[in-house]
């Protein structure tokens, strides 16, 4: 398969409602889709980047330009490629791994089409129905955290999980134990709000026999996550910290963390992504599917990854309206706290061109 071409769709897209964590506030997601044109089939993903470098180092804007100047000139130089072929075609550019993921999993989208293949068949999936998690952003009283979770638990999710930042710990895991109970599956992401000074706090939570607290620190610090698991009952999962498989295994074995989330984007793409499933079920450690508010083409290969053996956590793999009123593919439904696994070819899901279109504000479209 030869990539002819690459379309770069940036859309502006509503969230239904703002989501703060400790690193800001998205009221609307900036979504970068990238086609690859093919002598084949076409493929299709989105880049995980927010439109600021709030989350990582990553952001929309520098996804667009690294593609654009650096990623897509690659790909159209390594001549016949197949998905397993774009990681080395593009081993060049340091780092940019929401940008080459994006790249990986269009090109990935082309080839398993042409075969007729889905994203859950080829990366190894064993189930056809995901347990979802919804991530509870941080909001201006309790009562209205105390109803916003009340609203997705009557929706049939089944683990919540709150953000927090210093002052906005105790208190609202508190108040959601009270309203809510004991069984209730919760845990919290810090987004790497904490240090050793605040960890304090962190340790004041292990009353509330969470499933775990996501990312406490900056993400270089693994001595400190480390030293941090020694103080703390609460399972530690790091998000931000897990780049690669090499981390992962590094990250564990130093008992920085006993649970891991994997984001494809994060990491550099879906068989990135497999390889940190792999290593961690070989460590006995279980891992679990995070989300970056994405569309249904991004959504929809990250359940077909949340369908792998050793995802024994619900994910952030919520259905399309807890993000958006009108999602760009067909809607992705819950049943009875689960999604289902697209079964069609590729990422098993087909843009909404209406709606794509009413929501584009720029098209770019790069030839060799
Ligand atoms: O897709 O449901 C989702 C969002 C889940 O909380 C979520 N993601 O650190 O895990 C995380 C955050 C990163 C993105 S926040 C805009
Ligand atoms: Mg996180």
Redesign the pocket.
């Known amino acids: 398969m030869k990539v002819q071409a690459v379309e770069l769709r940036r859309l502006a897209v509503p969230l239904v409602r703002p989501?703060r964590?400790s690193f800001g506030t998205?009221t609307d997601r900036d979504v970068l889709l990238v086609r690859v044109i093919t002598d084949g089939a076409d493929g299709n993903a989105e880049c995980v980047a927010?439109a600021d470098p709030v989350?990582s180092s990553e952001y929309v804007a520098g996804a667009q330009a690294v593609i654009t100047d650096h990623l897509a000139p690659r790909l159209f130089a390594a001549g016949e490629v197949t998905g397993r072929r774009v990681h080395s075609a593009l081993g060049g550019v340091i780092g940019h791994r929401m940008a080459k993921a994006a790249l990986e999993t269009a090109v990935l989208d082309a080839e398993l089409r042409g075969y007729g293949v889905s994203f859950a068949g080829y990366l190894g999936a064993v189930r056809d129905r995901v347990e979802c998690g919804?991530?509870v952003g941080i909001t201006s009283t309790l009562d209205a955290l105390i109803e916003e979770v009340s609203g997705y638990l009557q929706q049939g999710y089944r683990r919540i999980?709150l953000?927090i930042e210093p002052g906005w710990d105790w208190e609202p895991v508190h108040a959601v134990r009270m309203a809510f109970g004991d069984d209730l599956l919760l845990q919290v992401?810090a987004?790497t709000a904490y240090d050793m000074a605040t960890a304090p706090r962190l340790r004041r939570l292990d009353e509330f026999e969470l499933l775990l607290i996501?990312?406490p620190f900056v993400e270089e610090d693994i001595a400190g996550h480390a030293a941090l698991a020694q103080t703390m009952s609460t399972p530690i999962c790091l998000?931000e910290s897990i780049v690669s498989a090499a981390v992962a295994a590094d990250a564990v074995n130093r008992g920085a963390c006993s649970i891991v989330?994997i984001k494809a984007g994060r990491v550099g793409g879906f068989l990135e992504a497999v390889r940190i499933h792999d290593v961690c079920a070989a460590l006995g450690v279980p891992v679990w599917c995070?989300?970056?508010?994405?569309t249904g083409v991004g959504r929809a290969p990250n359940i077909a990854l949340a369908a792998l053996p050793n995802f024994k956590l619900p994910g952030?793999t919520?259905a399309s309206d807890?993000?958006f009123a009108e999602d760009i593919t067909e809607p992705f439904v819950l049943e009875d706290g689960c999604v289902r696994v697209p079964t069609g070819p590729g990422i098993g899901v087909e843009l909404r061109a209406d709606i794509v279109e009413q929501m584009t504000t720029s098209v770019a479209l790069l030839r060799p």
Not at 290 to 294: D, F, T, V, Y
């Open positions: 989501f964590t998205q927010l989350y919804v991530s999980k953000k992401d987004n996501e990312q998000d989330n995070g989300g970056m508010l994405e952030d919520s807890r993000y």
